[in-house]
């Protein structure tokens, strides 16, 4: 069986797999396996990453090798594999792309030298710039989503409420995220006023604060939805193109807006924070319905509105949510 690798102490091989002292190269004699390795304590440095190894064909001197990352690094390289007539084909699913060669069976940490073959001239993955972050990769590891979605039979997605102050997000949200909990699924609310408590505290609300504040909790909400979690944003978030962006971090149906189509002069009658009424005496500024716009969602896969002038209560609405949730495979692992 593959094994996972230990850097520091070196080259092993299990079940027909070689891979070296520094994590920087790998070999299959046949057959299918997974194994997992590290370039961590390596002369390289870098990645972490699973593989899954397939014997294509048998060749002799020169077969080729098909080396990928799957994921996040889509980049295919081609090695060449110099055999005495024992090379083969492999194709790496999962894979760890480094530079460097095998030789053989060793138990001491050094590789030792055999004809069974090498492989030379993999390439890493180039480092990357991401913003103002320079020299990075991305870190690969063994747990992919979709085991931890078998792990909790449901499926990760982000279920974003919008709408304007008072028409009713927050109660939805935190509804919906019990009814949820009764059901033994997982989820967690991430609510305007809370990150502004702690992860947003240093931002205001001025256009480009709200859209930083917007951009992080997308980020921190596909990290939420990548673990599995039914995770339920409720912000104003009154941009489209804000809320398109988040949306974009998405995988295709894993985004689900839902859009409190309140009418604004219900919310100011609702008022529970009591914001409306400061800032219509002037005390609050650039306030969403008052002095600043809230554009409004115009394809959201859910709208929560008045039926002949009379709202759905929270569990109302929520009964409608759980719906989608179950008629879209949400609250299922497979």
Not at 81 to 108: F, K, L, P, T, Y
Not at 162 to 186: E, I, N, V, W, Y
Not at 213 to 235: H, M, P, Q
Request: charged share 25%.
């Amino acid at each position: 069986m593959a094994k996972r690798v230990d850097p520091v102490r070196g080259f092993v091989r299990r079940g027909g797999l070689c891979w070296s002292r520094d994590g920087s190269a790998l070999r299959s004699r046949g057959g299918e396996m997974v194994g997992v390795g590290s370039l961590g304590g390596g002369r390289r440095g870098g990645e972490v990453g699973q593989w899954k190894c397939r014997e294509r064909e048998r060749g002799g001197a020169g077969a080729s090798v098909r080396v990928g990352f799957k994921g996040h690094w889509h980049r295919s390289v081609v090695a060449s594999a110099r055999s005495s007539g024992s090379a083969r084909q492999e194709e790496v699913e999962h894979g760890v792309v480094a530079e460097g060669c095998v030789n053989g069976d060793a138990g001491n940490g050094a590789a030792a030298s055999s004809n069974e073959g090498s492989i030379s001239g993999l390439i890493l993955p180039p480092l990357m710039t991401v913003g103002k972050s320079t020299n990075i990769l991305w870190q690969g590891c063994m747990v992919k989503r979709e085991d931890r979605q078998r792990m909790l039979n449901q499926k990760g997605c982000v279920i974003w409420i919008t709408g304007l102050s008072g028409s009713g997000k927050s109660t939805l949200a935190c509804t919906l995220d019990h009814a949820l909990l009764q059901r033994g699924k997982l989820s967690y609310v991430l609510d305007g006023d809370n990150v502004r408590h702690g992860l947003n505290n240093n931002l205001g609300f001025s256009a480009v604060d709200r859209a930083e504040n917007i951009r992080r909790v997308g980020e921190v909400a596909k990290l939420f939805a990548d673990t599995g979690i039914i995770c339920i944003a409720s912000f104003i978030s009154p941009y489209k193109k804000d809320r398109d962006a988040c949306r974009s971090l998405m995988g295709a149906g894993d985004f689900i807006e839902v859009f409190m189509d309140v009418a604004l002069e219900v919310c100011e009658q609702r008022d529970p924070k009591g914001l409306y009424k400061l800032a219509r005496a002037g005390k609050i500024k650039g306030f969403t319905g008052v002095d600043d716009p809230y554009e409004e969602p115009q394809e959201a896969e859910i709208v929560m509105k008045a039926v002949n002038g009379v709202y759905a209560s929270p569990q109302e609405m929520t009964v409608q949510m759980l719906a989608y949730l179950e008629e879209n495979g949400f609250l299922r692992g497979d």
